[in-house]
């Protein structure tokens, strides 16, 4: 038990992290962007790069990477999203732009770093061993303690920030916002290249991990998706809860039916089916929206 709790945080902390990303963008602008999980490759494959190739240290990876994607993220919603979000009427509008943003990246990546997986060496050698109870190598233990500290970070300057209030002021009510003195594009700019940098941060803390491949972007929006939907869409406190929850379903499932291959994934998005039938804005989401 104690293994599969650990296991469960491990998964959640990384989750929170990809998801916060997402909802951030979604209750800054209400759209759904479907290239997040291709910007958690992008992440990946620079962290590869500054690592493994230029041969720096991993933090400077990490901050590398964040911060190229929060530079992509702000042209992507000052030159794209914003354009069609004044132009269009038609929120499918937005939808349809994610998903090409998602397809050139996903030929980006091709182009640039091909198909093949790429990985870096182990941060931290050795394993944790606490009585044959709960067995995790350091590495995994030192991301799961960046991506808390992410997360915790994200938390309090989204709190305590005069940034983040403005932020929180935008997600909550647009036009009282701006009547209030809010600059509306601003800081939907900079909201997005936020949720961007946090996807190239947990991009760049799980290429030592898990490594990075082009295949990876899809499932990764999904599972963002999923969270959200769990936690309630546009609510920062329901990515949290969502990605812890969608951690430990896999902690759990992964270890009592390993037996049984992908049956792990067919449970889980059962369980969310039902779910959203009897809940369908999610766990703090309201029913108004």
């Known amino acids: 038990m104690e293994q599969i709790i ?28 479907f290239a997040h999980g291709q910007m958690y490759v992008l992440g990946g494959f620079i962290t590869y790069t500054v690592v493994a190739q230029l041969g720096l240290p991993f933090l400077l990876g990490i901050l590398v990477s964040g911060l190229l994607l929060a530079l992509m993220g702000a042209g992507v919603e000052k030159y794209l999203f914003r354009p069609v979000v004044a132009r269009s009427v038609r929120e499918e509008s937005t939808m349809l732009l994610a998903a090409g943003i998602a397809f050139f990246l996903d030929a980006v990546i091709l182009l640039l770093f091909g198909e093949k997986q790429r990985g870096i060496p182990k941060i931290v050698d050795g394993v944790f061993n606490w009585d044959f109870r709960i067995i995790m190598p ?8 960046l991506a808390l500290a992410a997360v915790a970070a994200f938390i309090l300057y989204m709190r305590y920030s005069r940034t983040g209030r403005a932020m929180r002021a935008l997600a909550q009510d647009r036009t009282a916002a701006q009547l209030m003195g809010v600059d509306v594009n601003r800081y939907s700019m900079f909201g997005f290249a936020l949720g961007a940098m946090l996807a190239g941060v947990a991009g760049g803390l799980l290429v030592s991990i898990t490594g990075v491949n082009l295949g990876m972007g899809g499932p990764t929006s999904i599972k963002a998706f999923m969270m959200i939907m769990i936690g309630g869409a546009g609510v920062i406190s329901g990515a949290i809860a969502g990605g812890f929850i969608l951690g430990m379903m896999e902690s759990v499932g992964l270890t009592v039916l390993a037996a049984y291959g992908d049956v792990t994934y067919l449970i889980i998005f059962a369980s969310l ?11 703090m989401g309201k029913p108004w929206g």
């Open 6 to 33: 650990a296991n469960g945080l491990y998964l959640g902390a990384q989750y929170a992290l990809i998801a916060l990303g997402l909802t951030l963008i979604f209750s800054l602008m209400n759209v759904l962007n």
């Open 138 to 145: 350091y590495d995994r233990i030192v991301v799961g303690l």
């Open 273 to 283: 089916m039902v779910f959203l039938a009897f809940r369908p804005q999610g766990l």
